[in-house]
């Protein structure tokens, strides 16, 4: 069976942890029909219909204890079962493939319903709920962090790492006013919960300009420090494009603990201090930091024992020791899987054609699906 008969939706929404590793695996499989399943207003909005047919369905995930809020969140889900069913029946579609997150429950239901097979990537180390709830019905579960298996003893796994954006593997040049031989220090606030970082690293910041080195800090939105220090190698923006550069270039990385962040530092070699977001679901990103720092190739300090007067020193510390940075950075190495796409690829179109391969004999005599 040729790539071209295969017709592929991809449900991945909300966050660039779920959608930039769903795109990274879509630019992989060659020739597929390929379209994706989101939700309105949200990131693959501005990214997706660019390549990729986009299919809008509303769905919302459960939150809180029981109560009437989690009847509606069951009355939703429902409905867009039916809906994303109707659509894989209407487009004759081969297959799902989702990267987790609220939109992944009726594509995975829908897609197990009607017999298909259904695939779903779990980038971070400690699953979440849809994930744990669903995961049975998929026909395999990639996982992003080879302990993420245990917690998934139901569902068929396999390791495979997460997929990064292809400009993560390639040099990238930058454009800010970096001295060559200038330590570079990337700040990420983030855009959930930054404010209080940010504030932090502020206060640190003029002693690691005093040592030489240049700060690169992404504030994150409207999160702007409100007593920022003007000096030439203090660069505060809101956003930046090249992060990949960034990351390249960087000796020190200072941010949160998503799941796609992490990736990114493993793939650019980026030795980091992690400060996981205290209020994510689960504490799901002190279980992503654990897995860097265990292997030694980060800090991890929860952010309410954090002062800024001892990140000052632990920052200092290390840029006053490269050989600790170049070994961190190798442990993160080690942790990284460059071609994580191609093998996710791979895997989705092994496990389709299989699957495609044994129901054509009941499809010729039974007809088309249920």
């Not at 069951?74 to 297959?95: E, P, T």
């Not at 954006?165 to 855009?191: K, N």
């Not at 990284?336 to 389709?352: P, Q």
Request: net charge positive; aromatic share 8%; with cysteine.
């Amino acid at each position: 069976m040729s790539n071209a008969a295969i017709k592929l939706l991809i449900a991945a929404s909300g966050t660039g942890g779920h959608v930039f590793p769903a795109i990274a695996v879509a630019q992989k499989l060659s020739g597929y029909q390929i379209e994706w399943l989101g939700v309105p207003d949200r990131l693959e909005s501005k990214l997706v219909p660019k390549e990729y047919p986009l299919h809008i369905i509303r769905v919302g995930g459960f939150q809180g204890k029981f109560g009437l809020g989690t009847l509606k969140t069951l009355g939703g889900l429902f409905a867009s079962v039916f809906q994303v069913r109707k659509l894989l029946k209407q487009g004759k579609f081969d297959a799902v493939f989702s990267t987790g997150g609220y939109i992944s429950a009726p594509a995975i239901l829908a897609g197990y319903s009607l017999g298909l097979p259904v695939f779903l990537h779990e980038s971070n180390a400690i699953p979440g709920k849809v994930t744990r709830w669903l995961s049975p019905f998929c026909t395999k579960v990639a996982v992003g962090f080879v302990a993420t298996s245990k917690y998934l003893t139901r569902a068929k796994t396999i390791y495979l790492g997460t997929p990064c954006r292809q400009e993560f593997l390639t040099s990238q040049p930058l454009d800010l006013p970096i001295p060559d031989r200038s330590p570079l220090i990337v700040v990420v606030g983030g855009s959930q919960g930054a404010v209080a970082l940010n504030q932090m690293i502020v206060e640190c910041v003029q002693s690691w300009l005093d040592t030489g080195a240049t700060i690169v800090h992404i504030v994150g939105g409207a999160n702007m420090p409100a007593n920022k220090i003007e000096h030439p190698r203090y660069i505060v923006l809101p956003f930046y494009d090249n992060m990949a550069g960034l990351l390249q270039r960087a000796n020190l990385a200072i941010c949160r603990a998503g799941a796609a962040t992490l990736n990114e530092l493993m793939i650019t070699r980026t030795p980091s201090i992690l400060i996981p977001y205290p209020f994510a679901a689960e504490d799901h990103q002190y279980y992503n930091a654990n897995v860097l720092a265990s292997a030694h190739g980060a800090l991890l300090f929860r952010q309410e024992n954090l002062t800024a007067q001892f990140l000052t020193l632990e920052v200092l510390n290390l840029l006053q020791n490269p050989q600790r940075l170049e070994t961190m950075a190798s442990n993160t190495s080690s942790l990284g899987v460059i071609n994580s796409a191609d093998l996710l690829a791979d895997a989705i179109g092994e496990s389709v054609k299989a699957r495609i391969a044994a129901r054509q004999p009941a499809q010729s005599v039974n007809g088309n699906q249920s």
